[in-house]
Each structure stands twice: as C-alpha cells, then as structure tokens.
C-alpha cells in the first residue's frame, strides 16, 4: 500500500525585497511551491502562496459558488489579482507591482507557511496582526469542527 504524503507548509521566515520588487522564496518552501505558482491577494491583508495543485483545488471551489453577489465578488477578489510565478535560478521571484501594493511590501517581507499555502506579509502588518491572546478563547470554539486540545 502506497502512503500518500501531504502538502503542507509550516514555519515562519524573514527576508527582505530588493529594490526592484524581488524576493527570495525561503528554500524550505521552494520544493512544495514547484516550478510555477500562483501568488494573489490573501486575506487580512497578507498574500497567498499556492502549488498549482492546491491552487486548482481552490479555483473548483470558487467556481461551485452560488451566483450571489458576496460569491462573485470573492470569485474576482482572488481571480484578478492572481499571477503565475516562476522563480529564477537564485530562488527569487518578481512579484507584480498591483499585488506588492496590496499587501504593502516595501521592505522587510514574512512568508507563513500555512497547511496548504504560503502567506506573504509586510513584517509591521504581520507583527499587529499575529497576537494571540484570545487563542485560548478561539481554541474552546474550534470543539464544534472535530479540533479539540
């Protein structure tokens, strides 16, 4: 029987973006993100990394959304901003102009890695939104979806 490994990003990794708006993927990172990518906007003001397989598992759920306005404006929120990366040889990728302005990425850069995904974050946005002094409240909550610790 064969044991099928899962994709999954873990830890948390600073870097820098240079003055013509590259960054280097953090090595643990390059083998799971493959060859190409896809970067688009993410959510609290971060973006997300994903494999092209986990991207086109994302895209299927988008498209089985209902026709409501809520679903068709997150279907253009992620679809229009999203671009196909391929890093250089040096592990460096551009990231396009729209989207390093959405995220605010000017100099100090943290990737997240997130179960399926990576996130990229301006370091000052990352350190006011990664607190967790409520974890132990969220925590009690997350009993009702089969998580308890």
């Known amino acids: 029987m064969e044991t099928q490994v899962l994709l999954m990003f873990m830890g948390e990794f600073i870097h820098t973006i240079d003055a013509k708006g590259r960054i280097i993927i953090p090595s643990k ?4 993100l493959g060859d190409e990518f896809v970067i688009t906007q993410g959510l609290d003001g971060c973006l997300f990394a994903y494999p ?79 607190y967790y002094d409520d974890v132990d409240s969220i925590a009690e909550h997350m009993s009702q979806y089969g998580i308890n610790f």
């Open 29 to 32: 990172f390059r083998e799971g």
């Open 52 to 130: 092209l397989a986990e991207w086109q598992l994302f895209v299927e759920k988008l498209k089985k959304l209902p026709g409501t306005k809520e679903a068709r404006q997150l279907q253009r929120y992620f679809m229009a901003g999203a671009a196909l990366c391929q890093a250089d040889k040096q592990g460096r990728i551009l990231i396009p102009a729209k989207l390093r302005e959405s995220a605010a990425l000017e100099k100090d850069i943290v990737f997240v890695g997130v179960l399926n995904k990576i996130e990229i974050w301006n370091k000052e946005r990352w350190e006011s939104n990664n």
